[in-house]
């Protein structure tokens, strides 16, 4: 998927139109994530009507507002427009985080006979790899909405690191898939130094002047213990001493 654009300029379609240009913005915003690239016209009284439903689609699945993770999709306008000026008047109609190809780059063009789009709205649904899994997923979008993203991550085997809705695990935070086995792992000194300052939290000044007494103290004995064994040693150096005189 990421191999069609390279070398190309996307633009998002916020207030300063940022373009992506290199190779790291590109496989950063397209890189395993499916791609919806819509092809349509703002002549088209089909596209009109049907762009308020895609941007309800596209925000259910990726607008923060509606869901706490976003899904791994990117949509790409393709503009089948005469005039700079009608694609930007159907982009002002769309959402801010679609990404575009200008007006003036050609492969507009080319994209339109790669995958014989004849008709709009178009939207082609590709998989990671680039591979087709829907010429024209129109109709699925206005009858399913933001549901036939669960099959089209099905399908191309999408797995998301975050899977976990809050409404259905009311007592969990969101944790992924792996997150039992880590804290497993990690289930060390680390935990028992916590354990430890906890109870100590809830202790008054007293106690803590006690333990710190007792602490003292023991440091105290074993310090004298461990002088113990070298007095041992002088006495016997001079018996010693005493017995050759």
């Excluded at 496989?27 to 002549?43: K, W, Y």
């Excluded at 106690?207 to 023991?218: L, Q, R, S, V």
């Amino acid at each position: 998927m990421v191999d069609l654009f390279l070398n190309r300029v996307l633009v998002e379609n916020n207030w300063d139109q940022d373009e992506l240009n290199t190779e790291r913005e590109i496989i950063g915003i397209l890189e395993n994530r499916i791609v919806l690239l819509f092809f349509a016209s703002s002549e088209c009284k089909r596209c009109q009507g049907f762009v308020p439903l895609l941007n309800d689609f596209f925000k259910r699945l990726k607008d923060p507002a509606y869901i706490e993770y976003p899904k791994l999709l990117a949509l790409i306008f393709v503009s089948m427009d005469r005039s700079e000026e009608q694609q930007e008047r159907l982009l002002k109609e769309m959402h801010k985080k679609v990404l575009f190809l200008a007006f003036e780059d050609p492969y507009r063009k080319e994209l339109q006979a790669m995958f014989r789009v004849k008709e709009v709205p178009t939207a082609v649904v590709l998989r990671p790899d680039g591979s087709v899994l829907s010429l024209n997923a129109v109709q699925d979008i206005c009858r399913f909405g933001s549901d036939c993203f669960s099959n089209w991550q099905e399908s191309a085997e999408l797995v998301e690191r975050s899977f976990m809705l809050n409404e259905e695990f009311d007592n969990l935070n969101l944790r992924s898939a792996t997150e039992p086995v880590r804290r497993l792992k990690y289930k060390t000194e680390d935990d028992k130094r916590k354990k430890k300052w906890w109870k100590l939290w809830g202790k008054d000044k007293d106690t803590y002047k006690e333990e710190d007494e007792k602490d003292e103290a023991w440091g105290d004995e074993r310090k004298e213990g461990n002088k113990e064994p070298w007095r041992r040693v002088k006495e016997k150096d001079s018996k010693r001493r005493n017995l050759l005189r």
